[in-house]
C-alpha cells in the first residue's frame, strides 16, 4: 500500500470514528474499571453473581483512598487495549503484564504482583514439560503474554500450532477434549484454577518474568494518583494482606506485592494522538500480512459454507416441496431448528461438546459445518418462496409438454426462481461471511481473531480499524449490488 | 376405427365435492369435439384428467391411444401424444418464443437443436409469429403469445390436442386471429377436445358438440342437433342465456 492511499485511508476513518471518542474527563465522575471477568482469581463472580477477586480488592482499596467511586465493567481481555486508548474506561486490570510494546502507548502504576507463564496440561497425557510439545498443538489466549510467548519460541519448541482461544475456559476445555495438548498461560492464575481439579495439573513454569500493573491512558493524571496509592497499600501490608487471602499465604519479602518499585517510564518520545492510536501506520504495516491471512481464512470459511449452503438448501427447499410426506416433515424441521438457534450456540455444541460423543471437528471443520448448516436453512426457505411465487401454469405447461420433473425444474422452474431468490440470496451470502467472525471462538484464525490478537500484541486498535475497514471493502460493494438488483427486479419484466 | 381417447366411467372428486360424474366418452382419431356448458359445469376438470394434469378416481379409466392414463413411466408417452392450449398460454417468460417452442422436442423427445429449430421455425411460420421470434412473451399481445402456445403445442406432433377456453383471456380483436390457427389446424386432421364460449365458431369446425352440466355430459350430438334442435331443456336454457347475451 504507498502513501497517498494510505492518506485517505486515514481520513476516511477518522470521519468514522471521531463521533465514539470521548474526550471529557471530570475528576468527580467514577473511576471506570474494564476487567476480563472470569480471570481466576483476579476478577471473577462469586455464586452471588458480585465482581470479586484479588485486582477487583486492589482497585477498590485505590478508589477508596482517592475517594472515588469505582465501576467495574466485563470486557474480554483483548478489548482492554482499544478500550483504554479509546478512554472508555481509566483503568484495566486483568493480570496485565508491563511490556516495553504496551509502554509505547500506555502507562502503567508500578507492579503489584511477580508473574510467570506456566504449562497446563491433563495428568498422564504424557506431558511433562515444554519439551513433549513437538508437533503438538497448544492453547494460549488470544493476545496474551503466553501468546506472545508462544508465537516467539514457536520454532524452539517445534509446535505444530498455537490456537487462540477467548479465554480459559474455552481453552480449558479444549485441553481436557485432547484437542489441544497443553495451555500456556498465567501461573497464578492455573494454579488457581487447577487446585480442585485433581486430573488437571501446571507441570511447568515458563519464567517470563511478568509483572502485574494498572494499565491505564497514557500519561493521564491518574496514573500518578493510582501509582501513589499503591505505594501507600504497600506500606500498609494492604496489598500482601489481599495475597494471603487470594492465594492462602503472605507474599515473599522481594516481590513486588510488598516492595515499593518505581513506576515503569512511559515512552515519553511518543505523543499519541488520535491518529497515531487508530490509524497507526507502523503498526498497520506490521500487522498488515496477519490481517491477510485472516482475510484468506474468512474468504476460504465463507466460500465453502456459501456453496455448501446452497447445495443444502436446494435440496432441503426441494424435500420440502416434492418429497414423500415422512421427507417433508425432516425438511422442514430441519429448516424450523436451524433457523431458531444462534449461530454461535450452534458454533460452541459442534466445537465444545460433539467430541464428547465422539465427533472432533479442527476450528475449521467446525466452523465450516456450522456456518453451512444454518445457511442451507436459511437458503431453503428463501429458494422455497422464489419456487413457491413461480406461477402454477408454468409447472402444468411443462408437465403438459411431457417434460420430466428434472428437466421442469432444471429448465423452466428454478431459471424463473433464481431470479426471485438473487437478491434474498446475496444478503444471505453477506450474513455469513459476517457470521464467520463469530468463529473466533472456537479458535479459528479468521480476520477477526487476527485483529484482536494484532492488536493486542501490538498494543494498537489499528489492526481492528483496519480489519473493519477490509470488511467493508468487500461486504459494501455486495450489499449495492444487491440494492440495485432489487429496484431493477421491483421494475422487472414481470 | 378405435377411439383415439376413451374415458370410461370417469368421476373425479376434490376432497367431498364430486366435479366429474361417470363420464364415458370416445373421441376418434381426426374428430374435432367442442365441449360447451356453464362455468363450473366441469370441462377443464374433464380435459386435465386426460393428460393427468388432475388425477381422477380408481373407479374410471381414462385410454389414450390404447395407454392407460396413470402415474408411472407411460405418462410421459400420453403427453407427448396429448397436446394442451391454456387459458391464460403459460409461455415461459424467460426463454424467447423460438426457444419456447424448441425446449420439449429437445428435452422430451431427445431431437438435436437443429431438427428442432427447423420444426419451431416451420410452426412459427404457420400460426404467423416468425418475425417475433427472437421477442421475449412479454413483448407480445396476448393473441400472438396463444398462437405461440399453440405452435409450442403443435411442436411435440402430438395425436390430440386439448384447448381449455384458447380465447376466454383475449382482448375481443384477438381472438379471430386465434380461432383462425384453431380452424386451420382443425382440417389437418388432428385430433381435437375444445372447450369454449364461442358457440359460432363450436358450430363451424365441431364434428360433435358435448353439453356439460354439474360434472356430467348432458347432451352431445352434431352442432346442427345441439344448436338447433336441442332436447334436454338444460341444453335450451343455457343456450338461450349465451346465445341472448
Ligand atoms: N383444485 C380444485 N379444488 C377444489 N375444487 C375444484 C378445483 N378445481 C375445480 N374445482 C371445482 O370443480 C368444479 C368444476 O371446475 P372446472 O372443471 O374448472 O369447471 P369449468 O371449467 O367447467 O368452469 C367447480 O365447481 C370448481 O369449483
Ligand atoms: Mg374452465
Redesign the pocket.
Known amino acids: 500500500m504507498n502513501k497517498s492511499s494510505l492518506v485517505v485511508f486515514k481520513v476516511i476513518l477518522l470521519c468514522f470514528i471521531w463521533p465514539f471518542i470521548s474526550l471529557a474527563q471530570n475528576t468527580e465522575s467514577p473511576i471506570i474499571v474494564g476487567a476480563n471477568i472470569g480471570n481466576v482469581p483476579w476478577e471473577f463472580q462469586d455464586t452471588t453473581g458480585k465482581f470479586v477477586g484479588f485486582e477487583i480488592d486492589l482497585v477498590n482499596e485505590i478508589g477508596l483512598l482517592l475517594d472515588r467511586k469505582i465501576e467495574i465493567i466485563n470486557i474480554p481481555f483483548n478489548g482492554l487495549f482499544a478500550a483504554v486508548q479509546s478512554g472508555r474506561v481509566d483503568i484495566a486490570i486483568s493480570s496485565i503484564g508491563i511490556t516495553e510494546k504496551r509502554l509505547e502507548s500506555m502507562s502503567f502504576t508500578q507492579p503489584y504482583y511477580d508473574s510467570d507463564q506456566s504449562l497446563t496440561t491433563v495428568k498422564g497425557n504424557g506431558i511433562e514439560s515444554l519439551n513433549d510439545l513437538r508437533n503438538q498443538i497448544i492453547a494460549v489466549d488470544t493476545g496474551s503474554t503466553g501468546d506472545i510467548w508462544a508465537t516467539e519460541n514457536k520454532q524452539k519448541y517445534s509446535f505444530a500450532e498455537i490456537r487462540r482461544y477467548e479465554g480459559l475456559a474455552p481453552a480449558m476445555l479444549d485441553v481436557v477434549i485432547g484437542r489441544v495438548k497443553g495451555y500456556i498461560s498465567d501461573i497464578p492464575a492455573l494454579l488457581y484454577y487447577t487446585k480442585d481439579k485433581p486430573n488437571l495439573v501446571v507441570v511447568e513454569r515458563i519464567p517470563t518474568g511478568g509483572r502485574y500493573s494498572l494499565m491505564m491512558g497514557k500519561n493521564k493524571p491518574l496514573v500518578s494518583q493510582a501509582n501513589k496509592a499503591i505505594t501507600s497499600l504497600k506500606l500498609a501490608g494492604v496489598i500482601n494482606d489481599l495475597h494471603a487471602k487470594w492465594f492462602g499465604a503472605l507474599a515473599e519479602d522481594t516481590t513486588s506485592t510488598v516492595r515499593v518499585v518505581p513506576m515503569p517510564a512511559t515512552d515519553e518520545g511518543l505523543i499519541l494522538d488520535f491518529v497515531d492510536t487508530f490509524l497507526n501506520t507502523d503498526v498497520f504495516m506490521q500487522t498488515y500480512p496477519m490481517l491477510i491471512a485472516g482475510l484468506v481464512v474468512t474468504i476460504q470459511l465463507g466460500f465453502i459454507a456459501i456453496i455448501a449452503g446452497l447445495i443444502f438448501g436446494l435440496l432441503f427447499a426441494l424435500s420440502k416441496l416434492y418429497g414423500h410426506k415422512a421427507i417433508q416433515v425432516a425438511a422442514k424441521a430441519y429448516i424450523d431448528i436451524f433457523r431458531s438457534i444462534p449461530l454461535l450456540v450452534l458454533l460452541i455444541i459442534i466445537f465444545y461438546a460433539l467430541p464428547f460423543v465422539g465427533l472432533s471437528f479442527s476450528p475449521f471443520n467446525a466452523a465450516a459445518v456450522a456456518l453451512t448448516l444454518v445457511s442451507g436453512a436459511y437458503t431453503a426457505e428463501i429458494f422455497r418462496a422464489g419456487i413457491e411465487a413461480v406461477p402454477q401454469g408454468q409447472f402444468e405447461a411443462s408437465e403438459a409438454l411431457g417434460l420430466s420433473y428434472k428437466n421442469t425444474m432444471v429448465e423452466i422452474i428454478l431459471p424463473q426462481a433464481i431470479k426471485i431468490v438473487i437478491p434474498p440470496l446475496t444478503n444471505n451470502c453477506i450474513n455469513v461471511i459476517k457470521d464467520t467472525a463469530l468463529a473466533s471462538v472456537v479458535a479459528m484464525p479468521d480476520l477477526l481473531k487476527q485483529a484482536t490478537q494484532a492488536q493486542a500484541v501490538a498494543a494498537n486498535p489499528t489492526p481492528l480499524i483496519a480489519a473493519a475497514v477490509i470488511y467493508l471493502m468487500f461486504l459494501l460493494p455486495l450489499v449495492l449490488w444487491v440494492s440495485r438488483l432489487e429496484v431493477k427486479f421491483r421494475r422487472g419484466s414481470r | 376405427m378405435t377411439a383415439l381417447i376413451k374415458l370410461e366411467n370417469v368421476t373425479k372428486h ?2 367431498t ?1 364430486q ?2 360424474s361417470k363420464i364415458n366418452l370416445d373421441v376418434k382419431e381426426g374428430e374435432v369435439v367442442c365441449v360447451i ?10 380435459i ?1 384428467c386426460i393428460n393427468l394434469l ?1 388425477e381422477y378416481d380408481l373407479s374410471g379409466k381414462i385410454i389414450v391411444d390404447q395407454i392407460l392414463v396413470q402415474k408411472g413411466k407411460n405418462l410421459k408417452n400420453v403427453r407427448a401424444q396429448v397436446g394442451m392450449v391454456f387459458q391464460s398460454f403459460n409461455l415461459f417468460p424467460h426463454l424467447t418464443i423460438l426457444k419456447n417452442v424448441m425446449l420439449a422436442p429437445i428435452k422430451a423427445k431427445g431431437l438435436s437443436a437443429q431438427v428442432a429449430e427447423k420444426i419451431a421455425v416451420d410452426l412459427l411460420n404457420k400460426v404467423g409469429i416468425l418475425e417475433q421470434a427472437e421477442k421475449y412473451p412479454a413483448q407480445l399481445s396476448g393473441g400472438q403469445q396463444q398462437r405461440v402456445a399453440i405452435a409450442r403445442a403443435l411442436a411435440m406432433e402430438p395425436k390430440a390436442l386439448l384447448f ?2 384458447p380465447t376466454s383471456a383475449l382482448d375481443p380483436e384477438m381472438v379471430g386471429e386465434v380461432l383462425d390457427v384453431i380452424k386451420n389446424l382443425a382440417t389437418t386432421g388432428v385430433t381435437m377436445i375444445v ?1 369454449t364460449h364461442e358457440m359460432g365458431f363450436a358450430k363451424q369446425v365441431a364434428d360433435r358438440v358435448i353439453f ?1 352440466d354439474a ?1 356430467q355430459i348432458v347432451e352431445q350430438g352434431s352442432p346442427i342437433e345441439i344448436f338447433n334442435t336441442p332436447k334436454e331443456v338444460r341444453t335450451q336454457n343455457f343456450l338461450k342465456a349465451v346465445l341472448n347475451h
Open positions: 376434490y376432497g365435492f366435479a366429474l356448458g356453464p362455468s363450473g359445469s366441469g370441462k377443464s376438470t374433464l386435465r388432475e381449455d377456453e372447450v356439460m360434472g
